[in-house]
């Protein structure tokens, strides 16, 4: 880069002018932030309060979500379309979220649907994704068995190498 090229990059007013909108658009990042912790604190009040969320909260939240990634798109240069107030208001990409499902307490734990959570990495699954499934009580319980029936028996395989006389599960003798 040559002395005439920064010259002419330094008196460039489109940079400065850039300048000034990325002043403007950080201290409305800032705001941006400020609702956003407000619609967070309300949305955990009202479902705390109500037992579900709000659904006006959740389009409110999504649309400052969309405005704060435009911003910042804007900001590190990924775009030049400058947000909200000279363009348009984000919408929210989901018009209906009456199928978000609100979170409920189950044996002080918080789960969703846990049938629709299970259809769903059934289909997850056959795409070949890795989904967790939430269990219920009774399965934790009987995994934990299993678990400690083979760690049982992995012991049990060690020490009869051992001593040369094993225990099966029960805990007698296999001598016979």
Do not use: C, H
Request: no cysteine.
């Amino acid at each position: 880069m040559d002395n005439e090229e920064l010259k002419k990059n330094i008196s460039s007013g489109n940079q400065w002018m850039r300048l000034l909108y990325m002043v403007l658009f950080l201290i409305l990042l800032e705001i941006a932030g400020v609702v956003m912790l407000a619609v967070v604190v309300l949305q955990f009040l009202f479902a705390l309060f109500t037992g579900s969320a709000n659904d006006n909260l959740r389009r409110l939240g999504d649309q400052v979500a969309s405005y704060v990634y435009q911003t910042l798109q804007f900001l590190i240069y990924n775009s030049e379309e400058k947000p909200f107030p000279f363009s348009e208001w984000p919408e929210s990409e989901v018009e209906d979220l009456s199928g978000y499902e609100s979170a409920e307490e189950v044996e002080g734990e918080v789960v969703a649907d846990a049938e629709a959570s299970k259809n769903e990495s059934k289909e997850a699954k056959g795409a070949g994704a890795y989904v967790p499934v939430e269990l219920d009580a009774e399965e934790v319980e009987k995994a934990a068995e299993d678990v400690e029936k083979e760690s049982d028996t992995a012991k049990g395989s060690k020490s009869s190498g051992k001593s040369g006389a094993g225990k099966d599960e029960s805990g007698e003798s296999d001598k016979g």
